[in-house]
């Protein structure tokens, strides 16, 4: 079976790719993208750690993951939405120019 | 490393960085079901059957599927962007970078990556129903109330604003 270390570098890997588009990318919604990425990633960590514990029975990892999961999806819901008002707003999706709070 | 695990990371991977950096929306949230699609079968090889197909279902199944929506919403009679990157990029990759050093560094160092996997890891749905209605109960109940008032407050942030 895969080491540890595998799983854990894949995981720096794609919470690194999710940050690198989140911080440098201009569009709002690839912004989005790279967080979920980047909660995808720790989500894999959790897994790994679980299938690595020594009481594995005692299943933390897993619900860890499946409550993450179901609070990602309304990150994603809330985030999209809020992507949609703002686009309605400014008519644009592009972070560099929505830069005042009182529009 | 066995064979499988570094197709499917390959596969992420590639995946990801697809994603990030594509110049249409939509091949970046194709891209994106790839990507998660990688991830659910690395949760599958570790054992956790139904945190893979949870992630199918709503990773691949409804996020995406969001995500497809919102990019249509957004780009009626849009002039195509000149550059893809705001203007801070070069910060932001070097950023990026220092994190992955700084993980990489932390797990080659760490004692834990000698551990062993269990010799046997079963998390039956049995199993975490029984979890999820015993110790874990409060939690789902929290849980649907904040999907709940997500719901009701992704429609009202997208709602149209009324003319005063």
């Known amino acids: 079976m895969t080491p540890l270390a595998g799983y854990l570098i894949l995981s720096a890997m794609l919470f690194c790719i999710g940050l690198a588009g989140a911080l440098t990318r201009r569009n709002a919604i690839i912004v989005l993208i790279g967080i979920e990425l980047m909660l995808n990633a720790a989500n894999l960590n959790f897994i790994a750690f679980w299938r690595f514990s020594e009481h594995p029975e005692a299943l933390t990892g897993i619900m860890f993951v499946i409550f993450s999961i179901g609070v990602a999806a309304a990150e994603a819901a809330v985030g999209l939405a809020l992507i949609i008002a703002i686009y309605r707003h400014y008519k644009t999706a592009n972070v560099d120019e929505v830069n005042s709070l009182k529009g | ?164």
Not at chain 2, 54 to 70: N, R
Not at chain 2, 126 to 140: E, H, N, R, S
């Open chain 2, 1 to 164: 490393m066995t064979l499988p695990f570094l197709i499917i990371a390959a596969l992420t991977l590639a995946a990801s960085v697809a994603a990030m950096t594509l110049r249409n929306l939509v091949h970046c949230a194709l891209s994106l079901v790839v990507a998660f699609a990688g991830l659910a079968a690395a949760f599958l090889q570790l054992d956790a059957q139904f945190v893979g197909f949870a992630q199918i279902l709503v990773y691949v199944g409804a996020v995406a599927i969001l995500i497809v929506f919102a990019v249509l919403l957004t780009r009626g009679g849009q002039a195509p962007e000149p550059t893809l990157f705001s203007a801070g990029w070069k910060w932001g990759a070097l950023v990026a970078v220092l994190v992955f050093g700084t993980l990489a560094w932390a797990t080659k160092n760490s004692f834990i990556i000698d551990r062993k996997p269990a010799a046997t890891a079963e998390a039956t749905v049995k199993q975490i129903g029984d979890a999820l209605m015993t110790k874990y109960v409060l939690p789902l109940e929290v849980i649907g109330l904040l999907l709940t008032a997500a719901l009701i407050g992704a429609v009202i942030i997208a709602m149209k604003e009324e003319k005063k």
